[in-house]
Every structure is written in C-alpha cells, then in structure tokens.
C-alpha cells in the first residue's frame, strides 16, 4: 500500500498552501483520510480528516477556520488547503489512511505516509 504525500516547502507567512495525499495499492475500503501534524518534542496533532463517502470533516482547534480538507471524487485522494499560514504551523505533516472491510466487516488496517515539511518562515 501506497501513501504519497506532496506539496510540502517553505512558505511565508499569511500564505496559502495546498498539500495532497494520494494511496493506492489496498483492498480495503477506504472510509477516511486525514492529515495529522508533528513538530519534535510535541505530541501529534490532528489536522483535519474528511469521510470519503459523506464528506463528513473533522478539524483540529488549531486550524478551524484556516485550513479545509477536501476529497476527490471517485478517487482515493485529498487536498489539503491551508490559509493564513503561519510560524507555529510549521511541523511535518503525515497522512493517514482509515479503511474498512468492504461489506461492513469492521475496521481494517490505517495507513500513513512518511510524512512532508511544511515551513513557514515569518
């Protein structure tokens, strides 16, 4: 399985960004997706998360009003759209992947990504 992020660098602050994650490769049905975020010496930190099917999202108090996940359609990709950047938004930023057995079976194994750096320089 297959978790690709892109669109990580360095940024200015009071910019926006879009970073994306793409997976393939599973035979689990995908039920979300989502960014969490890193910074060493502190704990991870949800980002946003989006059902795949409903669209439903999920944002962390940190970035609710900032930052807006979105899927693409009929693929196993999302978008995530980050506006108003700044310093303390700087991490390494990692997505995951929720699945779920095709037929309602249950959970399935989550996926993550290596991650990619976002920097936001004041």
């Known amino acids: 399985v297959q978790v690709v992020e892109s669109g990580g660098g360095l940024v200015q602050a009071g910019d926006s960004h879009m970073l994306t994650c793409t997976t393939s490769?599973?035979?689990?049905?995908?039920?979300?997706m989502g960014w969490v975020r890193q910074v060493p010496g502190k704990q991870r930190e949800l980002v946003a998360a989006?059902?795949?099917?409903?669209?439903?999202?999920t944002y962390g108090d940190s970035v609710k009003g900032r930052f807006t996940i979105s899927r693409e359609n009929g693929k196993a990709t999302v978008h995530l759209h980050m506006n108003d950047l700044n310093p303390e938004d700087t991490a390494l930023y990692y997505c995951?992947?929720?699945?779920?057995?095709?037929?309602?079976?249950?959970?399935?194994?989550?996926?993550w990504g290596q991650g990619t750096q976002v920097t936001v320089s004041s």
């Open positions: 995951h992947v929720d699945t779920e057995v095709v037929g309602g079976g249950g959970r399935g194994p989550q996926y």
């Open positions: 490769g599973t035979n689990f049905g995908i039920k979300a």
């Open positions: 989006i059902d795949m099917t409903f669209g439903d999202t």
